[in-house]
């Protein structure tokens, strides 16, 4: 939401300061400028990514202008599961939770907390943790070290469509240069005519300077950025279930297992240790 609501207030800034100097809103409008600018910078990004990359463009701008949706009752639910989990292991041991890892999507225990239960690599990476302690080949280094190279794989994997996206915002400009220079080529084919018409003609080719800047520091690259954003947030919960998983892999009680994971809930909107007493409560119930 704040993504839209800033991509909406440039333009209504850029425009705004522009018609406050008397200017015609109008002559901003250069078909031809924006399909130069936009075709190329579309078209290098297709030549330089892969098509899963560029076939998901549309479904991350989508996914990134919803955000994340990464928030406290987002965490909340996430500690509440793993203590649900966490005190059904200790009480009846993992095969406690062998008929909840059979079927997670239809699993009671897991849809209880439907945030965290329709998050789906989430949930395939708690899930396959889980699944080593039923195995029972299983111990807290080997745990943490599955899990830091299954985070790595993952950030780098979500970190690809922010990085395509960056790199096109930092092409854009030049783009729009190519724009002004075919715009002067046209333009001297019109020193003949009188100053209005060569005025309008370099106008034209200025505009495609001004959109390839404006489209890569007011468009591509904010949406990049809050793409990366959407990753940090997103990582965030793969080091909640982490540090929880290898906590209690380790000896570690569940409530213990569970203070480790929500130390690593950012601030901003990480339960205290009273709502963590009262999750836990409300697990065992």
Known sequence: MFLLIGLIMTIASVLGGYMMHGGNVGVLWQPSELIIIGGAGLFSFVASNSPSTVKGLIPALIATLKGSGVNKEFYTQLLGMMANVFDVMRREGVLGIE???SNPH????FNKYPKVAHHHHLMETFTGALRLFVDGVVNAFDLERLLDTELETH?????IMPSAVKVLADGLPAFGIV????????????????PTVIGQK????LVGTMLGIYLS??????IGTAMENTVKEESGLYKCVQAGLVSFAGGAPPQVALEFARKTIPSAIRPSAEELEEIIKQAKG
């Open 99 to 101: 008929a909840d890892l």
């Open 106 to 109: 239809e699993s009671a225990r």
């Open 155 to 159: 950030h780098e994997e979500a970190g």
């Open 179 to 194: 724009a002004a220079v075919l715009g002067v080529i046209l333009t001297m084919q019109y020193l003949d005519q009188p």
């Open 202 to 205: 370099v106008a034209a080719a």
């Open 217 to 222: 520091y007011g468009f591509a690259g904010p």
